[in-house]
C-alpha cells in the first residue's frame, strides 16, 4: 500500500501562485510516475502534470507554461508550482502515484485538496 498525504492549495487571485505538495510513503516502487489530477464540477478528471522517477515530465496543454511539477527522490516529494493562475484552474487537485508491475498499473490517491482562483 501507498499512503499519499497533500498540502498547499487554497484561494487565489486571477495571476497569483500556490504551490502544492504531496509526500508518498508505504510500498514504493524505485520505479514509478507521481503527479497531479484535478476536478473540476461537472467535469471529469483530468492529468495536469506529472513526473517520472527519472525526472521527466509531462504538462497538460492547459498549465505548459504556468505549471511547474519537480519531485524530491530522497524525501518521496512532489511539489506543483502553479504560477499565473486562471479561475478556470479552480477544481479539486488530487495527488496520484502509480506504478506498473507485471504489466498492470496500480494507482493510489490522496484525499485531495481545494484549488480556488477568483477573478
Known amino acids: 500500500q501507498v499512503q499519499l498525504v497533500e498540502s498547499g492549495g487554497g484561494l487565489a487571485q486571477a495571476g497569483g501562485s500556490l504551490k502544492l505538495s504531496c509526500v508518498a510513503s508505504?510500498?514504493?516502487?524505485?520505479?514509478?510516475?507521481m503527479g497531479w489530477y484535478r476536478q473540476a464540477p461537472g467535469s471529469e478528471r483530468e492529468l495536469v502534470a506529472s513526473?517520472?522517477?527519472?525526472?521527466?515530465?509531462t504538462y497538460s496543454d492547459s498549465v505548459k507554461g504556468r505549471f511547474t511539477i519537480s519531485r524530491d527522490l530522497a524525501t518521496h516529494t512532489v511539489n506543483l508550482q502553479m504560477n499565473g493562475l486562471k479561475p478556470e484552474d479552480t477544481a479539486v487537485y488530487s495527488c496520484?502515484?502509480?506504478?506498473?508491475?507485471?504489466?498492470?498499473?496500480?494507482?493510489?490517491w490522496g484525499q485531495g485538496t481545494q484549488v480556488t482562483v477568483s477573478s
Open positions: 496520484n502515484y502509480n506504478t506498473i508491475i507485471m504489466r498492470s498499473r496500480y494507482d493510489y
Open positions: 508505504g510500498s514504493l516502487d524505485p520505479i514509478n510516475t
Open positions: 513526473i517520472t522517477s527519472g525526472l521527466t515530465p
